[in-house]
């Protein structure tokens, strides 16, 4: 079973960017994304990647977020930019081995990844 391993996570001031990886330990041509999680609060779907490349966002991060693939390393990438303190929380690289298609909002539910990295904190100061 393919294994994902986050990293880039940090502490930043509102209005600053960080970059987020998720590398994987086998091909990855299949459905990708990451998923968020605060304190008290359920997983949400921040942005996916099928395996042609099309992507979806949550409304909460278009225009900020940009989710990409190095498919020559099976890297994941998160760019994230103009960070607010409401971005603040646990993410985590998510995947479907199973799974080549998954654009569309219905696609960023955690029940439709199998396979979850260990998390990367993200913490936005205002």
């Known amino acids: 079973q393919v294994q994902l391993v986050e990293s880039g996570g940090g502490s930043v001031e509102a209005g600053g960017s960080l970059r987020l990886s998720c590398a994987a330990s086998?091909?990855?041509?299949?459905?990708m994304a990451w998923f968020r999680q605060a304190p008290g609060k359920e997983r949400e779907g921040v942005a996916s990647?099928?395996?042609?490349?099309?992507?979806t966002y949550a409304e909460s991060v278009k225009d900020r977020f940009t989710i990409s693939k190095d498919n020559r390393k099976d890297i994941l990438s998160l760019q994230m930019n103009s960070l607010k303190p409401e971005d603040s929380a646990m993410y985590y690289c998510?995947?479907?081995?199973?799974?080549?298609?998954?654009?569309?909002?219905?696609?960023?539910?955690?029940?439709?990844?199998?396979?979850w990295g260990q998390g990367t904190q993200v913490t936005v100061s205002s």
């Open positions: 998510a995947a479907n081995p199973a799974r080549r298609f998954c654009t569309g909002a219905s696609t960023l539910r955690a029940g439709v990844f199998g396979v």
């Open positions: 086998a091909y990855t041509n299949f459905c």
């Open positions: 990647m099928n395996a042609e490349g099309g992507t």
